[in-house]
């Protein structure tokens, strides 16, 4: 008898040590049926040790967890049934061409040689891959890889797909095109599972995001309340010399007496501010003080503000460690 959740994912107390180290330190998840459900940290957070214990490729040092009501290791070939996973990297034979990656790998899913060639040519259509289909994957570009892995990660549809890192290293136009195929997926009734450190890609597909760092999930919700979790709103200021910007995070912060985030733009800079009104004296105490302002804004903060204010580093790529 086929068992129905209401939950895609149920853990508690989830943990995973390699050696010493604490890579899943008692993960609690909540992951509803349909949608999609962020998973934002920086490399070495733990996002690719969860999922790899969710999708059954590791078994968990303790805690539990169910996929659609199946425990992970218990039920491990009924979990299996039901999802599909993409990893960081692409898993196809470069050797071989689009075709004949999609078509393998349906009959190795049990079609027949009549239903895996039609399957290809659907998949090639569907992730306008068609002009390419003849040509050996090792000659396709970084955003044309990952959406023939996506491809052959759904030759049957699953009902809950893991993807981890899906546009790490693309471009911003390659990257639009998975967000659009992640899209369809979803409309389709596919769960998705999306580990991220893009902040905009969190933003721009999860309904709720989960924010893990160290092992550990820091904060849950949508991204309008994670947002409104570090503060009504954020000044962003943009000087006209950069050499001021020291002087004016020290003026900021004697102000506010708030954290103030540097942005990667050396001339720009925010601060989260509880009260409005303040925005015209602080800009006026900038005037006062010799450090022109070309342009600012007051509006929400960025998920990028959120995590550092609720982690204290940003949620990029940490080069000393590997992706865990």
């Known amino acids: 008898m086929k068992r129905h959740s209401a939950l895609a994912i149920e853990s508690h107390e989830l943990v995973k040590h390699f050696g010493k180290v604490r890579a899943v330190d008692g993960i609690n998840l909540a992951v509803p049926t349909g949608g999609v459900y962020g998973f934002l940290g920086p490399n070495g957070a733990g ?6 214990m969710l ?11 169910r996929v659609f009501g199946h425990e992970i290791v218990r039920e491990a070939n009924a979990v299996r049934s039901r999802v599909s996973l993409t990893g960081q990297f692409a898993s196809v034979d ?5 075709t004949e990656n999609l078509v393998l790998l349906a009959r190795l899913l049990g079609y027949s040689r009549s239903q895996a060639r039609a399957r290809a040519i659907e998949l090639l259509e569907a992730f306008d891959l068609v002009d390419a289909a003849r040509r050996q994957v090792k000659t396709y570009s970084g955003g044309m890889r990952r959406r023939i892995d996506i491809a052959a990660s759904i030759i049957v549809t699953p009902d809950l797909l893991f993807l981890d890192e899906p546009t790490s290293e693309l471009d911003p136009y390659s990257r639009n095109q998975v967000w659009d195929i992640v899209r369809t997926l979803v409309t389709e009734g596919t769960t998705v599972l999306l580990t991220t450190q893009h902040l905009e890609e969190a933003d721009q597909l999860a309904d709720r995001i989960a924010v893990i760092d ?7 919700g949508t991204s309008g309340e994670l947002k409104a979790s570090v503060g009504s ?22 102000n506010l007496g708030v ?5 990667s ?4 800079l925010s601060a989260h501010i509880s009260e409005p009104e303040r925005v015209t004296d602080l800009l006026s105490e900038l005037s006062r003080s010799d450090i022109p302002v070309i342009s600012f804004s007051f509006g929400q903060p960025s998920l990028d503000e959120v995590f550092l204010t609720l982690t204290g580093h940003h949620a990029t790529a940490d080069e000393n460690k590997g992706a865990v």
């Open 47 to 52: 996002k690719t040790t969860t999922i790899r």
């Open 55 to 65: 999708a059954t490729l590791l078994r968990p040092d303790s805690g539990t967890a």
């Open 94 to 98: 470069e050797d071989l061409t689009g």
């Open 214 to 220: 160290h092992g550990r999930i820091v904060a849950e």
């Open 233 to 254: 709103g954020t000044l962003h200021i943009r000087l006209r010399n950069p050499d001021h910007r020291p002087q004016a995070e020290q003026l900021l912060t004697l």
């Open 259 to 263: 954290p103030v985030f540097l942005k």
């Open 265 to 268: 733009d050396p001339a720009e």
